[in-house]
C-alpha cells in the first residue's frame, strides 16, 4: 500500500490484513506520515545523543543532576502539571498486559482502576500482533469488542456494571522502528507508529464520552526526549481539531539518566503530564548497562536488588517528592508474581509479600500500583483503601525526597561475601533470558516462568547481568568459577538441549534463541536491547541486507 501527501510518501511493507486494512487506512497513514515527517528527524538525533551519553559513562563518568536547568526548573517553585482529568483522579490499583483480544476484555474487567494495554515489554511487535492490537483497542473504547474461545467455545465480553478499567496505551519506546512502514523510504518510528494510529482512530470517540488519550511513554533517557514526545501532542492535537490536553500521559521514570532528570521531564510534559512511574525493572537495567564498564558498581544476584536497595529507596523518595511537589501523580511499581496454584503453603507466602509491597508503596505516598495479575488487583486495593482514603495523595509532598543525592541514586546494596554472585543466579538468569527470547521470537512478549510474570524488562536485567559478570571476569562465590564466555554458552547449550527434548518443543524456536542469547551474553559490546537483536526475525517482510534465518542453526 502507498500513501502519498505533498513531499511525504508512506508505504506498508506487509501483507494487508483484516486488521491492517480497517486500522491503516490512507487517512491513518497520512496522520503517520505527517508524525514521521515532522518529528522522525529529532527522535534518530536524540538517539544518537544517547549513544554519546553512554560513551562517556563508558568512560568513568556518572549521571549527574543537569546545571542548565537548576534554577530555571528545579528551584522555579512557579509552575505546576496540569490537574488530573475526573476520569483518572483515583489509580489506587493499574493492570498491564498485552494487546490481544481476550488480555484486553480481561484487563478493562479485572476491578482495576486501568488497564494499560501495551505496544512495548510484553507485546512482541509482529505484523499481526501490531495491526490487531490497534484494532482491539479501538473496539474496546467503541464498546464493541468481544472474544469467542475457539477451543471451548467460552465467550468473552466487557462487564456492564459501569466499572471498566479506564484504558491507558503504551507505545513502543523511541528506539524501537515500524520497520513494516516507511516514510519517504525511511523506517518509520514505532513510537509515533502506535501512539499515530491509536490517536487517530480513538480521540474523537472518548472526547464524546468526556474523556481522552491517555498513555504510558516508555524508556526515556531525558528531558530533551520528553520535549519531543510534548510537541508530537501539540502537532497531534491540532492536525485533529481537539484541545490540547486532550492526550494524557504518564512517563515511565525507568532509566538511571532520567532520574537525575525527573523535575525537568514533567516541566517538559506538564501540559500533558498526569505523573512519573517506578518502572523498577526496566530501572535496574538501565543502572547495568549504563554502568556496564565501572568495577566498582557490579550488581549482585537479581535476587538481591529488591526495592529496599538504597539506590531504589533513594529513586522512590525522590520521584515521590518531584511529583506531588509538581501537583501530579507518583505511581507504584509492578507486582510481577503470579498465583501458584499447586502449592498453597508457597502461594500464601507470595502473596504476603505482595501486601508487604504495597503497603510499602502507600505508606511512602504512592497514589497507585501496578500488578501482572487479575488475582492480585484485590489484594492491591484493599491495602490502598485501608490507607489511601481518598482518591489520591498528590497533596502530600514528602520532605526527604527534595533531599536524595546524586551517590544516593547510586548506592548499591551491600551483600555478604559469597552470597551476591552464584553459580544459581547465574543459571536462573540464563534461563530467564533463554526463555523469554524464544516467546517473543514466536510473537509472545510476557511468560510465566518461575511463578514471575517475566516481560522484556525482567529478562533485560539478568542479560545485561551476566553479559557484565563475565566481562569484569567475576566469580560465583559459592564455588569460586569465573565466569567466562565458554561457561555461559555451555549454559545455554545444556538448557536449550533440555528444552528441545521436552514434548512441546515442536514449533518452538528453542534453537534460534539459544543462538541469538549465547551471542548478546558473550559478545564483546552489550547490545542496547534484547527486542533490538531479535525484532528482524519476526518481521513479516525483511530489507534488504536484513534477511534471517528462523530455523536451522545446528549448534551455538
Not at 500500583?369 to 482514603?389: C, E, G, N
Not at 527534595?402 to 541514586?409: A, D, K, N, R
Not at 564483546?524 to 533490538?532: E, G, R, V
Request: aromatic share 8%; proline share 5%.
Amino acid at each position: 500500500m502507498n500513501v502519498s501527501i505533498p513531499n511525504v510518501k508512506v508505504e506498508v511493507h506487509a501483507p494487508i490484513c483484516s486488521a491492517a486494512a480497517e486500522m491503516c487506512t490512507p487517512e491513518a497513514l497520512r496522520f503517520i506520515g505527517f508524525l514521521n515527517n515532522q518529528f522522525n528527524d529529532r527522535r534518530l538525533a536524540l538517539l544518537s545523543a544517547r549513544e554519546s551519553r553512554s560513551f562517556e559513562y563508558d568512560g568513568g563518568a556518572l549521571p549527574q543532576y543537569p546545571l542548565e536547568t537548576a534554577q530555571t526548573v528545579r528551584a522555579n517553585n512557579s509552575w505546576r502539571c496540569a490537574p488530573p482529568p475526573a476520569d483518572i483522579a483515583d489509580r489506587r490499583v493499574e493492570i498491564t498486559g498485552p494487546v490481544d483480544r481476550k488480555m484486553v476484555i480481561n484487563g478493562l474487567n479485572s476491578g482495576a482502576s486501568t488497564y494499560m494495554a501495551d505496544f512495548e515489554d510484553s507485546s512482541a511487535p509482529t505484523w499481526s500482533v501490531v495491526t490487531e492490537g490497534q484494532r482491539n483497542l479501538r473496539d474496546a473504547v467503541n464498546g464493541t469488542i468481544s472474544f469467542t474461545n475457539p477451543a471451548n467455545g467460552k465467550v468473552y465480553a466487557p462487564r456492564t456494571d459501569g466499572k471498566l478499567a479506564t484504558l491507558l496505551v503504551r507505545p513502543r519506546g523511541w528506539h524501537l522502528d515500524e520497520s513494516h512502514v516507511t516514510v519517504n523510504n525511511k523506517v518509520c518510528s514505532g513510537s509515533l507508529f502506535d501512539f499515530g494510529i491509536y490517536f487517530f482512530h480513538n480521540v474523537h470517540n472518548l472526547v464524546k464520552k468526556g474523556s481522552g488519550t491517555y498513555f504510558y511513554l516508555p524508556k526515556l533517557e531525558g528531558y530533551l526526549e520528553a520535549r519531543l514526545w510534548n510537541d508530537v501532542f501539540v502537532a497531534a492535537q491540532d492536525y485533529l481539531g481537539v484541545p490540547r490536553g486532550t492526550i494524557r500521559a504518564t512517563i515511565l521514570l525507568e532509566t538511571i539518566t532520567a532520574a537525575f532528570e525527573m523535575e525537568e521531564i514533567l516541566y517538559e510534559i506538564r501540559e500533558h503530564s498526569i505523573g512519573l512511574n517506578c518502572g523498577r525493572w526496566d530501572y535496574i537495567f538501565s543502572y547495568i548497562k549504563k554502568l556496564k564498564y565501572h568495577s566498582d558498581r557490579i550488581t549482585p544476584d537479581r535476587a538481591h536488588l529488591t526495592m529496599q536497595s538504597p539506590f531504589m529507596e533513594a529513586y522512590v523518595k525522590k520521584l515521590i517528592h518531584t511529583c506531588h511537589k509538581r501537583g501530579t501523580f507518583a505511581m507504584g511499581g509492578m507486582a510481577a508474581t503470579i498465583p501458584i496454584k499447586n502449592d498453597p503453603a508457597a502461594n500464601a507466602k507470595a502473596m504476603d509479600d505482595v501486601k508487604k509491597d504495597k503497603l510499602r508503596e502507600v505508606s511512602a505516598g504512592h497514589d497507585g500500583t501496578w500488578v501482572a495479575h487479575p488475582a492480585l488487583v484485590k489484594i492491591a486495593r484493599d491495602i490502598f483503601d485501608k490507607h489511601m482514603s481518598s482518591p489520591n495523595q498528590i497533596s502530600l509532598v514528602p520532605v526527604e525526597g527534595g533531599e536524595v543525592t546524586e551517590e544516593q541514586l547510586l548506592e548499591l546494596p551491600k551483600v555478604p561475601h559469597g552470597k551476591a554472585i552464584t553459580s544459581s543466579g547465574l543459571k536462573h538468569g540464563v534461563e530467564i533470558v533463554l526463555a523469554y527470547s524464544e516467546a517473543w521470537l514466536r510473537g509472545i512478549g510476557c511468560i510465566p516462568l518461575n511463578h514471575k510474570m517475566e516481560d522484556a524488562a525482567t529478562a533485560e536485567i539478568s542479560r545485561a547481568q551476566i553479559w557484565s559478570w563475565q566481562y569484569h571476569g567475576v566469580q560465583t562465590q559459592d564455588d569460586n568459577q569465573t565466569i567466562t564466555k565458554e561457561r555461559i554458552k555451555a549454559l545455554v547449550s545444556h538448557e536449550v538441549a533440555r528444552q528441545q527434548a521436552k514434548k512441546d518443543a515442536r514449533g518452538r524456536k528453542w534453537l534460534l534463541a539459544g543462538k541469538l542469547v549465547a551471542d548478546m551474553l558473550t559478545k564483546d559490546k552489550l547490545d542496547n536491547f534484547l527486542t533490538s537483536v531479535c525484532y528482524p526475525h519476526v518481521l513479516t517482510t525483511a530489507y534488504e541486507g536484513t534477511t534471517v534465518p528462523e530455523e536451522g542453526w545446528s549448534k551455538l
